[in-house]
């Protein structure tokens, strides 16, 4: 009986850690630089996924599959500092935690395994933990998305709520007086200040890295179809508040919040994304060129807006990045006008003209666009915008 308990504590034990789903090498340097909007440029600590890449800030996204046994290869490339990777908001024991006191640091050109499992989709962050603070305000951070267990990309979680596209945004703000002087100056005395100064002023806002006039640049305007249901991915990894302000006509509903899902959703065009934390907003385009949005960063202890920023979600024919993985299709190719959804339907789809008239709304099968003219029409179905053409 013993012997039999212990053949399945190995074989489990070997099981466990023998199946790595997912498997990324990822590089911690001391060397980068930043340019914000007016020009200045600053150096920045960071991650990055090849040797030869620069370093950015954030650092590279992490897409894993809930389930995944998951292996982060981290190398410290950093010419000094020691580095971790703390994996923020996933459930990892504390020696892959990435805390150094409490599980390892990782020294220059020395190298160092992760190991978690991520059970629960959603969105989450990681940093280095090394000066608490400190390193991560040097620009040592980014994002973890957990997709639903087959990979889907188009569904928040299994047997969740589906969407066209999503648009990950991560707030976080720099403060360079602190940053070039207590951090990047002295970034070998390890006497340093480990916590956030009372000083602390930051001069530059950030959303995915970009700040000030780069946010409203056409350049950086979130692209999607017509009518598509998007799916936000708010989080902030700076030590301000931000808030998100949608316009009312975008419908915006709050679905999860730091990895989980919401008990009920929450309708609210304005949502607060505090230090660390992160929600996942659920945003119905329509038919218009451009939906606005505001995004501001505030001072926690005064509530001052520091920064009110713009930012556009843009429709467009064009310039969309093509879909993997629609979580529909439509057979056969309707050029004579009659098709068929590959799925049973299980609410209404729309059929919309290019100019945005809507000329449909029906659960009817099979589809009929026969009595339509030649051309290309816009077929919505479960927030996904697929184009039909008949001709
Ligand atoms: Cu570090």
């Avoid at 000066?131 to 267990?149: C, D, E, K, W």
């Avoid at 047997?159 to 999503?166: L, Q, V, W």
């Avoid at 709050?254 to 929600?279: C, F, M, W």
């Amino acid at each position: 009986m013993r012997k039999k308990l212990l053949f399945l504590f190995v074989f489990s034990i070997c099981n466990y850690w023998g199946q790595i789903d997912y498997s990324k090498l990822i590089i911690g340097r001391n060397l980068g630089t930043h340019t914000f909007h007016d020009g200045l440029q600053t150096r920045i600590f960071g991650f990055t996924e090849t040797l030869s890449a620069a370093t950015k800030i954030p650092g590279p996204t992490l897409y894993l599959n809930s389930g995944d046994s998951v292996k982060l290869d981290f190398w410290n490339m950093s010419q000094g500092a020691p580095h971790t990777i703390h994996l923020h908001g996933l459930d990892v024991n504390q020696q892959n935690d990435g805390v150094g006191m409490l599980s390892f640091e990782v020294m220059h050109t020395e190298h160092g395994y992760y190991y978690f499992k991520a059970p629960h989709p959603g969105t989450y962050l990681y940093h280095c933990h090394v000066g608490s603070t400190v390193h991560l305000q040097a620009g040592m951070y980014g994002l973890v998305i957990v997709r639903p267990n087959d990979g889907n990309l188009l569904l928040n979680w299994e047997n969740g709520e589906s969407y066209g596209r999503e648009f990950p945004l991560l707030a976080s703000e720099i403060d360079t007086i602190w940053h070039n002087d207590t951090i990047l100056d002295q970034e070998h005395d390890m006497t340093m200040p480990l916590y956030v100064p009372a000083t602390y002023q930051p001069n530059y806002f950030l959303v995915n890295g970009k700040s000030g006039t780069q946010l409203s640049d056409i350049s950086n305007h979130l692209l999607a179809l017509p009518n598509e249901k998007v799916y936000m991915r708010l989080a902030n990894i700076g030590y301000y508040g931000v808030r998100y302000i949608f316009p009312s006509i975008l419908e915006a509903r709050t679905v999860a919040s730091d990895g989980r899902p919401l008990p009920a959703e929450v309708v609210n065009d304005t949502i607060e994304v505090l230090p660390g934390e992160r929600y996942e907003t659920f945003l119905q385009l329509g038919m218009d060129n451009s939906y606005p949005f505001t995004v501001e960063h505030f001072n926690l202890n005064t509530q001052v807006i520091s920064s009110s920023q713009t930012m556009v979600i843009e429709t467009t024919f064009s310039d969309v990045e093509t879909k993997e993985n629609l979580t529909f299709g439509v057979f056969p190719n309707p050029n004579n006008g009659i098709f068929e959804i590959n799925e049973a339907l299980t609410e209404n789809y729309q059929i919309y003209s290019l100019e945005g008239k809507k000329l449909k709304e029906s659960m009817e099968s099979p589809i009929s666009i026969s009595d339509y003219a030649n051309g290309s029409y816009l077929l919505c179905y479960k927030g996904n915008t697929l184009f039909i053409v008949k001709d």
